[in-house]
Structures are given as structure tokens and as C-alpha cells.
């Protein structure tokens, strides 16, 4: 009845000998065409039919009203095994290749749709597991059906989603986390963005997208919100004789790993594609967790990129609920034991709280954030945008933690004010040099992450500066306030 409702609005019902039909617009390609009426009439398309619909649903050429009922006849009809490998196959024929790398790799990632407004845990678990010795090739999109996505969450953190193939490898070595962006990598997904966002539930693309990273994971953490999708996923997985994985969903019906209760699991072994996957539920005792969160409460979040920000840097700043660092350690420990890093579930949580006390974890981001913006070749993403997208991330979080009376008694802002066109007037020089402190740059990198502020500003004012910059920006210039406190001691100290 759906399908049918979807189909008088899209294309409007005519009578016909006492026949009720529907019409397709006379631009309606015929791949489409013909495997939606096969489906209208309960039948099912061959794969060469339905290979040939899924390109016209992936090329320009073709409506989104066309796109969208076919999604909807997709989406009704059921996923099944044959259906996912024809998309997955449609989309690799068009997708950037990625040059092999020299390490395995892992990911995280969800299908999304269970309807819960829950968390993305995906991408912070992701990074948490990155600091803790993994190599995860995250592949995501911005949001589908929800405000915020994989993509829209490390853009408002400052990262610049268009990385080069090329430049992946070193982003992965020095940083351990790089997010390859599934428009990037498969550039017909961008020609059914808009359709899947307007009708506003799950389609094939959702449970798609963890078969075609284009890094090729070995170790893999599929979550589904319903258990057939989780079966049909890990099936589908059993055909790939390379990758180890598991495909979870919790028993509260989302696509996540519960910290909590039991969560279904289908592990998918490397070895004959005619294998199948073991089922083997996941128990919350097995993260040796303190039994001290409610029920529930490790759900909320599925807010906006910035208020999802704000919660990954309080996370990965040591300063989030236990509820949440619970939920975000326990999905990474599962991807720790899947890529054999750890040997139980409590072994992989010691470590991935080992990565978010360290620091391990926030270096990880800030260091894919930084290496994105050099290494991109994306000239219509201006640094300054991430920059300001970042510290609206920093604001918030400060609003979150530090009370306004005590910002106002800060040092930095407790001292005298200077004016600033008279600290620049009439000297002995018809010119006057303001010199800079900065350890690193967008473009450049690291400058000098080892220079003493003090003695810099110092020789500058000396030398006859009459003013000194100082970059406090800490993720691309890798500076603090605490330079700026320094530097205006040694200047007072410095100057008459």
C-alpha cells in the first residue's frame, strides 16, 4: 500500500479499459523503469535488469522523483544478499581507487535509521581506537536522515573532508585515523544525496556503505538497527574471505554496541566465501563496567555537528559522563578485539581508556584535523572557515566547563588594556615591525614546537619590535594563552 500511495503521488493514477495504471514521465530511463514494474507486479528483476537500474540511479540523467521511487520499491521489496552486492559492485566501478597501504587497516561504522536520535559513537570510537594503536580508515557521508553525520561532525572540528587517495597513507601513519569521505571516494553517491535526504528513511545506501571503503578494512565493527539487517550484512561480509569483522545491534534496536545489555553479534571470519557467520551475542559483563549508569542514558546525543562536537572533545578531554565514555570505550574495545589488538573485551577497554587518559586519543583528531588542511588540494575550502568552524566548538566548550567569573578573573584578561594605535605610534623608524610567535601553520606544518616564548620575545623587543603577535590557536598554530601570559612578561620585563 505504500508503494502504491508512492507511486499515485509520484506519477499520478490513469484509467485504462478500467485498468488503473501509472504513468512514468516519458524522460523515465528504461533500467529504472523496468525494474520497477517487474517489482510493482511482485516480481523480481534479474541482476543484469537491476545492475542497469542502479546505474541510472546513480547517474545525473535521471529525476528524483524517478530516484526516489525507486528507493522506495528497494525499500519496501527488502534488502536482500544479491541486492547489496549489485549496488556495492555499481559503485565500485565509478570510485576513486585508493593506492594499496602498507599496513591493514580498520573501521568502525553504523548503517544508521534505527530511529533512536542516538549518538554517532562510531567516529569518536574510531579515534579513540586510533590512539590507541590502530590504523582506522573511517568511511562515512554527511547525515542521510539525521542533522549530523560521520562528515558533518569532523568538518565542524576543523577537518577538511576532501583528502587526496595520495595523501591518505601519510595522514594514516602519523595520525592513525583518516576519514575517507564516501562522496570523495564514490562521486555518484552525490547524485542520490539530495533524494535520500528528502525521503527521510533508511535505504540501500545505508547498509551499502560499510562494502565499499575503499581502503579495503581487514577488521571491521558494523552496527545495524535490526537484527535481519545485521544477518544479511554479515552474510554479505562472509563473501569477503580477507576481512574479520562482526556485525552487531544492540537488543534495544540500535545499530551501536550496548555497554549495558546484551547486543546481538554475527562474527564473520576470513577464509571461504562459502562460510557463514557465527552468531554470538555480545554481554555487557564482558566490558567489566561498573553497574552505576541507567538504563538509557548512554543514548542521548543525535544533536547538531556542534553540539555532537563539543561532546567529542569533552569525551576525549577526560571530562564526559561515565554513560558516554562507556558507550564510545566499549564500541571501540569490540574493534580492538576484531582487529586481534586485544584478546578480550576488558583488555580492549583497559587500552582505549589508556588512549583517552593519555591524551593519545585527542592528539589522534587534532593531528588528522591538521594533516587534512596541509595536505588538502581543496581550494574552495578556505582555512579560516575551519578554523572558526573549531573554535565555536572551543567557545561551547568553554561555556559548558568554566563559569564567566572565573574567565573574567583569568590573567589574561585581568590586565591593564593597551592601546594599541599608540603602542605603534612615532618612533626613531619611519617604520614599525610587528614580529610574530607561532610553532606551526596550516600550510607548513610544524615550524619550531620547541621554542622558548620568553627568550623570542625578548630578543624581538630588543631588537627594536613594537609589537609582538602571538598565535594562541592550539590545533593549527600549536599555541596556548599560557604564550600570551608569558610573552607579556618578558616584554614588561623587556621594555622601560
Not at 221 to 246: N, P
Request: proline fraction near 6%; charged fraction near 15%.
Amino acid at each position: 500500500h505504500f508503494f502504491a500511495s508512492l507511486f499515485v503521488c509520484f506519477f499520478g493514477p490513469v484509467w485504462v479499459s478500467g485498468a488503473l495504471l501509472f504513468l512514468l514521465p516519458c524522460a523515465a530511463m528504461a533500467g529504472i523503469s523496468t525494474a520497477m514494474g517487474l517489482r510493482m507486479r511482485g516480481q523480481v528483476p534479474t541482476a543484469a535488469q537491476e545492475r542497469e537500474a542502479i546505474r541510472e540511479l546513480l547517474s545525473e540523467s535521471v529525476s528524483e522523483v524517478q530516484k526516489a521511487g525507486y528507493l522506495a520499491a528497494l525499500s519496501t521489496s527488502g534488502l536482500t544478499a544479491e541486492l547489496l552486492k549489485l549496488v556495492a559492485e555499481v559503485l565500485q566501478e565509478a570510485s576513486v581507487a585508493l593506492p594499496a597501504l602498507p599496513w591493514p587497516v580498520a573501521d568502525i561504522v553504523g548503517t544508521g535509521g534505527d530511529g533512536k536520535n542516538s549518538w554517532n559513537v562510531s567516529t569518536p570510537a574510531a579515534i579513540v581506537a586510533a590512539g590507541a594503536g590502530l590504523k582506522v580508515a573511517k568511511h562515512g557521508n554527511r547525515a542521510a536522515s539525521s542533522s549530523s553525520g560521520s562528515a558533518d561532525l569532523l568538518e565542524q572540528l576543523g577537518a577538511c573532508l576532501a583528502v587526496s587517495p595520495a595523501t591518505v597513507a601519510t595522514i594514516l601513519e602519523r595520525a592513525g585515523f583518516c576519514f575517507l569521505f564516501a562522496s570523495s571516494f564514490h562521486p555518484t553517491m552525490r547524485n542520490v544525496a539530495s533524494v535520500r535526504k528528502s525521503l527521510g528513511f533508511k535505504t540501500v545506501f545505508n547498509s551499502v556503505g560499510p562494502l565499499v571503503n575503499p581502503a579495503h578494512p581487514s577488521a571491521m565493527v558494523v552496527g545495524a538497527s535490526d537484527k535481519d539487517t545485521a544477518e544479511l550484512l554479515a552474510k554479505v561480509l562472509c563473501r569477503d574471505s580477507s576481512a574479520r569483522a562482526v556485525v552487531v545491534c544492540s537488543g534495544d534496536g540500535v545499530d551501536k554496541v550496548s555497554p549495558l545489555g546484551p547486543t546481538h553479534a554475527w562474527w564473520v571470519e576470513p577464509g571461504s566465501p562459502e562460510a557463514t557467520p557465527t552468531y554470538k551475542p555480545i554481554q555487557a559483563e564482558e566490558f567489566g563496567f561498573e553497574p552505576s549508569v541507567t538504563a538509557g542514558t548512554y543514548l542521548q546525543g543525535g544533536g547538531t555537528p556542534l553540539q555532537n562536537a563539543v561532546e567529542v572533545l569533552t569525551l576525549l578531554r577526560g571530562a564526559a559522563p561515565t554513560a558516554l565514555t562507556n558507550f564510545v570505550v566499549a564500541n571501540a574495545a569490540v574493534l580492538a578485539v576484531v582487529a586481534k589488538q586485544a584478546a578480550s573485551l576488558r583488555e580492549g577497554v583497559t587500552a582505549m581508556r589508556s588512549s583517552l587518559s593519555s591524551g593519545k586519543a585527542l592528539h589522534a583528531l587534532d593531528e588528522y584535523v591538521r594533516l587534512s588542511t596541509k595536505l588538502s588540494r581543496d581550494s574552495s575550502s578556505n582555512i579560516l572557515e575551519r578554523i572558526v568552524r573549531r573554535r565555536q566548538v572551543e567557545v561551547a566548550y568553554s561555556q559548558r566547563f568554566v563559569p564567566e567569573e572565573q574567565l573574567r578573573a583569568m590573567k589574561y584578561f585581568s590586565s591593564p588594556t593597551v592601546d594599541f594605535a599608540a603602542a605603534l605610534g612615532p618612533s626613531k623608524n619611519p617604520f614599525g615591525v610587528i614580529a610574530e610567535v607561532k610553532r606551526a601553520s596550516p600550510s607548513e606544518g610544524d615550524i619550531n614546537t620547541s621554542l622558548n616564548v620568553r627568550h623570542m620575545v625578548t630578543q624581538y623587543a630588543q631588537g627594536g619590535a613594537v609589537g609582538v603577535s602571538i598565535l594562541t590557536e592550539p590545533v593549527w598554530f600549536k599555541g596556548s594563552l599560557e604564550d600570551l601570559s608569558v610573552a607579556r612578561e618578558a616584554l614588561a620585563a623587556a621594555t622601560p
